[in-house]
């Protein structure tokens, strides 16, 4: 069983910028890939970052060039750096360990960007 304990969402303008972090209880190094996904109210859950366990990562395409996903592997932490942030990315934002017999999920973090 693995933890996840997200933090740093909040409201914000837009252009404005948070940073995310998603503490794990177990390495980081035994999930295959780490990642943020999100979900606004009335849309599916949506991939937003991912780093796999070699440090390979991928982007949707409307955060690519905005939002940076990284980790500390001393502290089982993966963040989520989020900039020049628009209305269109309020949702709820799920941290999820990725293993090859289970997904873990946070509890999720909210994120709101004003107009």
């Known amino acids: 069983q693995v933890q996840l304990v997200e933090s740093g969402g909040g409201l914000v303008q837009a252009g404005g910028s948070l940073k995310l972090s998603c503490a794990a209880s177990?390495?980081?190094?035994?999930?295959?890939?780490m990642g943020w996904y999100r979900q606004a109210p009335g849309k599916q859950r949506e991939l937003v970052a991912r780093?796999?366990?070699?440090?390979?990562?991928n982007y949707a395409d409307s955060v690519k060039g905005r939002f940076t996903i990284s980790r500390d592997n001393a502290k089982n932490t993966v963040y989520l750096q989020m900039n020049s942030l628009k209305p269109e990315d309020t949702a709820v934002y799920y941290c999820?360990?990725?293993?090859?017999?289970?997904?873990?999920w946070g509890q999720g973090t909210q994120v709101t960007v004003s107009s």
């Open positions: 780093i796999t366990r070699g440090g390979s990562t």
């Open positions: 999820n360990f990725q293993t090859w017999g289970y997904d873990y």
């Open positions: 177990a390495s980081i190094f035994s999930a295959n890939a």
